[in-house]
């Protein structure tokens, strides 16, 4: 049971290029999220998607789009980096959404870099 | 969106001593988490807590809901506790949580 998987790990891309982050979850949750956590910081929101076939902005969407392809996969695209988005990338998962009362299972992350 | 304040925001210990985290929010929640980012990065769910009181182990978490605190008890703590601790809050109109900033906790031998 590998819960969160989240894949690459690390990345070094440059300004101006695209990339997507993958995530997949083994746990039959419903409800998918990305967070960006910057140097001292706590987690902010990026995007979520309470069930499958829906997404919403979060806290901080700006410069990122996504696709809940199906019920285990939730990605998240960088369409042109910008050297801000350098920051640890988590993907997490719960069988609901927040204000729902549900734990939830982060990933291991992706620290992506942008120079 | 609900503001979440931790505190304090480092704490030192020596093996052995006990601590308590305080996390403070500003309007009523459905779903409170604790949760452990070890120096590896890896977030670890402690504690799903919105109210009342439980216990894992060395662990404990209270949460007032009604005066809106939550505290994360560690009694004898190990250098293997060392890492932040992080309280996150949803409430019940919003669909996502809110993170504080986090307690870095370093555990000396």
């Known amino acids: 049971n590998a819960g969160v998987t989240q894949n690459p790990k690390f990345q070094v891309l440059k300004t101006g290029q695209s990339m997507t982050l993958q995530c997949a979850q083994d746990m039959n949750h419903n409800s998918m999220y990305w967070y960006r956590q910057d140097p001292g910081m706590g987690l902010r929101l990026i995007y979520y998607s309470a069930s499958e076939g829906t997404t919403d902005k979060g806290e901080v969407p700006n410069g990122y789009n996504v696709s809940r392809l199906n019920k285990r996969e939730f990605s998240l695209r960088l369409e042109s980096a910008a050297p801000s988005q350098t920051s640890v990338y988590f993907c997490?998962?719960?069988?609901?959404?927040?204000?729902?009362?549900?734990?939830?299972?982060f990933g291991s992350g992706t620290r992506l870099t942008v120079v | 969106g609900i503001q979440v304040e931790q505190s304090p925001p480092d704490l030192i210990l020596q093996e052995g001593a006990n601590s308590t985290l305080r996390c403070n929010f500003s309007d009523s929640v459905n779903n409170l988490q604790w949760f452990h980012q070890n120096p590896w990065g890896q977030l670890i769910n402690l504690f799903y807590i919105p109210s009342g009181t439980k216990q894992n182990g060395r662990l404990s978490a209270t949460t007032v809901a009604t005066e809106r605190y939550s505290l994360l008890y560690i009694s004898s703590s190990q250098t293997t506790d060392s890492g932040v601790y992080f309280c996150?809050?949803?409430?019940?109109?919003?669909?996502?949580?809110?993170f504080g900033a986090g307690t870095r906790l370093t555990v000396k031998p």
């Open positions: 996150a809050v949803g409430g019940y109109n919003n669909n996502d949580m809110r």
């Open positions: 997490a998962s719960s069988e609901g959404t927040g204000g729902s009362g549900y734990g939830y299972t």
